[in-house]
């Protein structure tokens, strides 16, 4: 280097800890949602795709989804967004014992939801192997279910950190962008229930 | 011996010594292979990648010479359609899976924290995890070739060929992981590179200073995040159908053949782009260095790679246009596949403008982008020849189209690629490549790279099919194959220069300096090879040539910790500092979790016991990754907390 | 250039299966937008290689300073000539633009002309795909008036002819370059092409979509006759079998009747009725064999049902290992079926 240096730009007061998209993790999460999202969005264009090719919708001989459970699943997984939203509230005051209460209170809850969407396989009344039809419901089904997997997993591993570990400043915007997935989670299942569960009904 | 205090205002003391050693403790990897292992620096992360996707090309490479050896003659026998079948599906899957877009990715991995003057991407072990990943992809893919259990279907796999009836065994099984494979680590590579761009610019460096490079890369990590999830949907439905029994393509029980293709194809098209545009950025990174401007027209650039990138979604049926589509939704996409060369010719002409206006330096990376203009035009007329559906029609699949593919992404992206390495190889080596042997390879390569692909153009017309194994001697294709194939062998000859070079230059290269083409990014602003933190003091930037612009003075920023490793992130469009953020140090979890999900995918295609066994191997990995460690603790320990924003 | 030189060397090697030697309307527009699309994008390129060329090469004149900026040389900052050259490059941009819009007209008309149905009565044919064979019906309102074949169709110059395209297995497509553009015969679905030849000849075409080991060796043949000649053949297509007269042939139905061949192949007016291969009513009168790999000959025959998979290895008929007279007799058998 020849040139001479000269410092114009002192950081030392920045802060180190930031919330929202002012920090890192935030990108990260909305980054797989995004590409997560993608491929929920083209499942529902497999939907609308191969409902074409029937004439009936489910096809002829084979039963309708039942509605009731799932719609009662749905505003179970709409419920869960109240411990989430709690869950960063209590990030955003930094207070360890309100996070950590709000954080087994949902990880109860995605335990919960694994359940309801059990039921909610149970609900399409047919397998993935009847049809192309019987496909795409397991799918759309199946693909979120894996999401929400993995949701369980991340919610479990944070609460078991803030209940038993050492939580450092950074991991309350981590618990905050677990509430954000929360409600992608949450969102995205919303037009699959309406398409798997209702649509069958309409069109 | 403590490193001196900086203060604002004041110029920087010469003798950097002790920072220097403070920073590179900080900073460096563990020694030895473990710390080989648990490294997150992304530029050891990137020289492995793109070593790895080379070696990549050149096994594709001997893939094609293999398929032009048994194309040269009518009936010949090398190769029999089985292995041929093989060969040619693994050379597409192989150029364009785990070459073409993982290199210029990792070209981006490793200059983009460079170029926007930070020390690392955002998340480090994100992207060693990215790298693991790949290479478990790549290696299983070609394990299961050597195994005879190599895909057979074609790069893009049509159905009901591949479908579990009239493909059965596990080959095309491993085609679908391979593509899951990929599909993830290009996801995480887009991430990193998006995130790093939007986060951690050097200050003063708004999003109307950005290097064209870095624009590209950022434009071309969005396409990435929406065309991806095509192919991997596409792949799990393929995976779904021949494993569990699913009917997505099964045409007798509601599925669809055309499924197939839309999705494919839907990612198929924009994938084509997510090559070629990072290598409009590699050609706009080099131009100024050897014409000594700026490139022409920055905002036009900008707005045609944000322009190509939108209406790449929007060509996709182009491919699909023999399979019997009504005509309206025809000439829509007609009509953008032609539309489409408005912006790509914007990006010539202001390349030419440059070109014409500037003080020209012929070394080898220009000649190569001179080579670059020279055949990506051959390819984009044609490009616009293939967009019409009747012209279309006799041409699709044929050795036509392979000629027009060949010259846009050879020519598009590889002679860019090949400059780009002659370009970059002294800073990350610090040495230089040899000029002689480059120009050897330069002018072997072009030559060649006509002699096998222009007569592909006529053996199109003459009726040849692609994807034949051989051909009859009555057909009359012999004498043009013939052609192809010693050109094919003129490129393989320019390789092994290219390699020769390679080899060499690294013992008894010219030492490179910091700058050796005294170029314009903040990448020369650093040492040959640059250090592990990148730059001793972040840069603060002045303008769109960040080293032209500066003046006499490099500005720098201080203030983030010299005690454990700290990036700065500055405001998304502005670049103006805004937090200081802890990075993660070195770790083996990474691999850990490559290694789970590898295990998790590649088991899945012989038992469904590979799901809760993958689960537990990946949820030990998140633990591993994500709990804290005792350094952590120490490190971490005092933070300043702002709630502003939240 | 060396293009063109390219060009003429094929033009005279085979005009039976060549998109630039075309002989029915649809395959002559086609060819007709090649040669005007040819010249513009020569003379495109030609220009934009000059540009560079003469841009990177010419000498500078002293008026286009250098400077020092930031420690590097670089040209002088020259707002006049960047906002000439602004001009140029939106110029070159409209220029562009009014290019990519003549080639889309012509494109559009050249299509539409292509999709309009033929206006006088076509003859309908209907090509069904197989791995690696083509199957052939003629359709007709009398359900025993309808032809069926394999491999070799004939159609009468001059009239239209409309093909009903589909497929039994995997994805392939119907190109008969000489002829027209191609059509993928799909599972699932029901596809359509029609063309025309003007000029009596023999074509050759190819499978155009891979589809499995065999796909290099699935061709088809479409041969165009006098309509007088293809009234002709097609009555004859109707006939059944008859039974030899010659004792080998009649000693070759036997055998035919009594192996593995009656499980795929059928030959009406016996009880052969398979479905699973090619209809071997009439083989004896095409030019060749195996979806035209091998010109028909009893050598080849020979050859062919012996060991298939010696020719077209992957092919899904399996050897058929005879007495060496009884195989002669075989071939003397299909050899009758004209």
Not at chain 1, 134 to 159: C, K, M, N, R, Y
Not at chain 2, 477 to 491: C, E, K, R, T
Not at chain 2, 588 to 614: E, R
Not at chain 2, 616 to 630: D, E, S
């Amino acid at each position: 280097m020849t040139k001479r240096e000269r410092v114009t730009v002192d950081v030392t007061e920045l802060p180190t800890v930031v919330f929202g998209h002012r920090a890192l993790l935030w990108w990260g999460t909305w980054g797989f949602a995004v590409a997560e999202g993608m491929t929920l969005v083209l499942s529902i264009a497999t939907y609308f795709y191969l409902r074409r090719n029937f004439q009936a919708y489910p096809p002829q001989g084979y039963p309708r989804p039942d509605w009731i459970a799932p719609t009662v699943g749905m505003a179970i997984f709409l419920a869960t967004c109240i411990p989430a939203y709690l869950v960063k509230k209590s990030a955003v005051r930094l207070d360890r014992s309100a996070t950590t209460r709000w954080l087994v209170i949902l990880s109860v809850c995605s335990l919960v939801l694994c359940a309801v969407r059990t039921v909610d396989f149970y609900a399409l009344r047919v397998l993935w192997m009847t049809s192309a039809y019987g496909s795409i419901q397991w799918v759309l089904l199946g693909f979120h279910g894996s999401l929400l997997l993995i949701e369980v997993a991340e919610v479990i591993g944070t609460t078991a950190l803030f209940v038993n570990g050492p939580v450092l400043p950074r991991h309350y915007p981590d618990a905050c962008d677990i509430g954000n997935y929360w409600y992608f989670l949450v969102l995205s299942w919303l037009p699959i229930w309406f398409i798997v569960y209702i649509g069958p009904r309409i069109w | 011996m403590t490193a001196p205090t900086l203060v604002i205002g004041e110029p920087v003391p010469v003798d950097d010594r002790a920072e220097r050693e403070q920073m590179d403790r900080v900073w460096g990897s563990k020694p030895g292979f473990w710390g080989w292992l648990t490294t997150t620096n992304h530029k050891e992360i990137g020289k492995r990648y793109i070593t790895t996707a080379f070696i990549f090309f050149l096994l594709g490479g001997i893939e094609a010479a293999m398929m032009r050896t048994q194309l040269s003659r009518p009936e010949n026998s090398f190769l029999g359609p089985d292995k041929y079948n093989q060969i040619f599906t693994m050379h597409g899957t192989t150029m364009m899976f785990l070459f073409a877009v993982p290199i210029m990715e990792a070209i981006g991995l490793y200059f983009v924290p460079l170029m926007v003057g930070t020390r690392n991407v955002a998340f480090p072990r994100l992207n060693a995890f990215g790298y693991w990943l790949f290479l478990i992809g790549g290696s299983f893919l070609y394990v299961q070739f050597f195994l005879n259990t190599g895909p057979d279907v074609g790069w893009f796999s049509y159905v009901p060929l591949s479908g579990p009836q009239f493909s059965p065994g596990k080959r095309a099984d491993t085609w679908a992981q391979t593509i899951t494979f990929t599909e993830i680590v290009a996801i995480v590579g887009a991430i990193e590179l998006i995130v790093t761009i939007f986060k951690q610019r050097a200050v003063g460096m708004s999003l109307n200073r950005i290097p064209i490079f870095v624009w590209a890369m950022l434009v071309t990590a969005f396409m990435i995040m929406f065309a991806m999830p095509a192919v991997a949907t596409a792949s799990m439905y393929l995976a779904l159908d021949r494993l569990v029994g699913t009917h997505f393509f099964n045409p007798a029980e509601g599925g669809d053949v055309l499924l197939w293709q839309h999705m494919f194809w839907f990612f198929g098209h924009p994938e084509v782009y997510i090559i070629f545009l990072p290598a409009t950025g590699l050609v706009s990174t080099m131009l100024p260095a050897f014409t000594r401007r700026p490139v022409f027209g920055y905002p036009a650039m900008v707005l045609a790679l944000i322009s190509v990138a939108f209406m790449a979604f929007g060509l996709w049926v182009h491919h699909m246009f023999a399979t019997g589509i009504p005509q309206l939704a025809a000439s829509f996409f007609t009509a953008t596949s032609t539309m489409i060369a408005i912006p790509s010719g914007v990006q010539i002409f202001c390349w030419l403008a440059t070109i014409w206006s500037g003080r020209p330096r012929f070394a080898t990376p220009m000649l190569f982008i001179l080579g670059f203009i020279f055949l990506f035009v051959i390819g984009g007329v044609t490009g616009v020849m293939i967009a019409s559906v009747p012209f279309d029609l006799q041409v699709h699949d044929t050795f036509f189209i392979v000629a027009h593919f060949h010259y846009v992404l050879v020519g598009g992206a590889v002679f860019p690629l090949f400059g780009a390495i002659y370009y970059w190889f002294p800073k990350v080596t610090g040495r230089m490549l040899s000029e002689k042997l480059g120009k050897w390879n330069f002018w072997l390569f072009l030559i060649g790279m006509n002699m096998t692909f222009f007569p592909m153009h006529w053996l199109g017309f003459y009726g040849m099919p692609r994807r034949v194994y051989t051909y009859l001697a009555s057909t009359g294709w012999g004498p043009l194959n013939l052609l192809a194939s010693v050109g094919a062998l003129v490129i393989a000859i320019s390789v092994i220069v290219f390699l020769v070079n390679v080899v060499t230059s690294l013992r008894h290269g010219e030492i490179a300096g910091d700058n050796p083409w005294d170029a314009d990014t903040l990448e020369w602003a650093t040492t040959s090879p640059p250090p592990p933190y990148n730059f001793l003091h972040l840069p603060v930037v002045q303008g769109r040539s960040a080293l032209w612009d500066e003046g006499d003075e490099h500005q720098v920023a201080v203030g983030t910790s010299t005690e454990r490793r700290e990036v700065l992130l500055t405001t998304t469009l502005d670049a103006q500092p805004d937090s200081r953020e802890s990075h993660p140090h070195d770790s083996i979890w990474p691999l850990a979790m490559a290694l789970a999900i590898g295990v998790l995918f590649i088991t899945a295609i012989f038992t469904p016991l590979a799901l809760p066994i993958g689960a537990v191997l990946g949820f030990i990995a998140f633990a591993g990754w994500a709990w804290p460690t005792r350094q952590d603790v120490e490190s971490e320990s005092d933070e300043k907390v702002s709630l502003e924003g939240a | 250039m060396a293009g063109a030189l390219l060009a003429c060397a094929g033009c005279s090697l085979h005009n039976t299966q060549n998109a630039l030697d075309a002989s029915g309307p649809q395959s002559q527009r086609i060819e007709g937008l090649w040669w005007l699309f040819l010249p513009i994008a020569a003379v495109v390129w030609v220009i934009v290689i000059a540009v560079m060329l003469w841009g990177a090469a010419r000498k500078r004149s002293p008026r286009e300073g250098m400077e020092t900026r930031g420690g590097a040389e670089v040209v002088v900052r020259d707002e006049a000539r960047d906002r000439r050259m602004t001009r140029i490059v939106a110029g070159g941009v409209i220029v562009t633009v009014v290019i990519l819009f003549l080639m889309l007209v012509a494109d559009f008309r050249v299509g539409q002309a292509l999709t309009m149905a033929p206006g006088t009565q076509a003859v309908p044919i209907k090509v069904t795909g197989h791995q690696f064979w083509w199957e052939v019906q003629y359709p007709d309102s009398v359900p025993n008036k309808t032809v069926i074949t394999a491999n070799e169709i004939h159609i009468p110059v001059g009239v239209p002819v409309v093909m009903e395209l589909t497929s039994l297995d995997v994805i392939h497509s119907f190109w008969v370059p000489s002829l027209t553009g191609k059509k993928d015969l799909l599972p699932g679905y029901r596809r359509s092409l029609w063309f025309r030849a003007d000029t009596p000849g023999v074509y050759r075409g190819q499978c155009a979509e891979y589809c499995g080991l065999e796909h290099a060796k699935m061709s088809v043949l479409v041969i165009a006759q006098k309509p007088q000649d293809f009234e002709a053949w097609r009555a004859a297509q109707l006939d059944s079998a008859t039974t030899p007269s010659d004792s080998l042939a009649l000693r070759g139905k036997t055998v035919f009747m009594g192996t593995t061949c009656v499980m795929c192949h059928s030959i009406s007016g016996t009880s052969a009725a398979a479905t699973a291969g090619p209809d071997l009513t009439h083989v004896g009168s095409r030019r060749m064999i195996a979806a035209n790999t091998l010109p028909n000959t009893d050598a080849n025959l020979y050859a062919w049902i012996s060991d298939p998979q010696r020719i077209k290895p992957g092919v899904l008929m399996p050897a058929t290992k005879l007495d060496p007279r009884d195989m002669q007799a075989l071939v003397a058998y299909l050899r009758h079926l004209k």
